[in-house]
């Protein structure tokens, strides 16, 4: 049982325009959730993170959205650029354990 | 300088073999990570270790052993290696449990 899901394996966004980025959650006894990007034969790069206690959270182009009554995140990423293409993964942390979600594959089109 | 580096970076094994991966970190961090990744690309949690103490074990098979000899290091040993065993692994780091620093990852094969 997924307790993150990012429920679009793949999303397409043509250069200068916004990518959001989706991530639903379970669980809701968590201390904050993480924003990673990873390219191929890489690990994971932490990207940006929201607190539980916030709904909000902005860092340049990057800007994480946390609605805790419906339990869904976003990331929104504007303007987008050719090297924003990647996989983003959400993660919820709680405690000392990060859980991630499947991840969605950003195409970013020049 | 590398802040969390594995190795190696490709393992290819047979079957029932026993094998290790290494990790280091050198960011002072207190918490160190296993992950896996599976051919779905999941990131799943396999162990968490905190000042050498292990504090997450995530139904992994026993015949996965990690073993931290300092709270810079945190090794992965797995006996009798299995074709399912394939995977990336991932080694990484946290302070206070926030954005962990990763690894660039092991890609296990066994064949």
Redesign the interface.
Known sequence: DQQVKQNSPSLSVQEGRISILNCDYTNSMF??F?W?KKYP??????LI?ISSIKDKNEDGRFTVFLNKSAKHLSLHIVPSQPGDSA?Y?C?N?A??????G??TRLMVKP | DTAVSQTPKYLVTQMGNDKSIKCEQNLGHDTMYWYKQDSKKFLKIMFSYNNKELIINETVPNRFSPKSPDKAHLNLHINSLELGDSAVYFCASSQEGRGAFFGQGTRLTVV
């Open positions: 201390d904050y993480l990673y034969a890489e690990g994971p790069t932490f993170s996989v993964f993660a942390n405690g000392n354990m990060l859980t991630f499947g991840g």
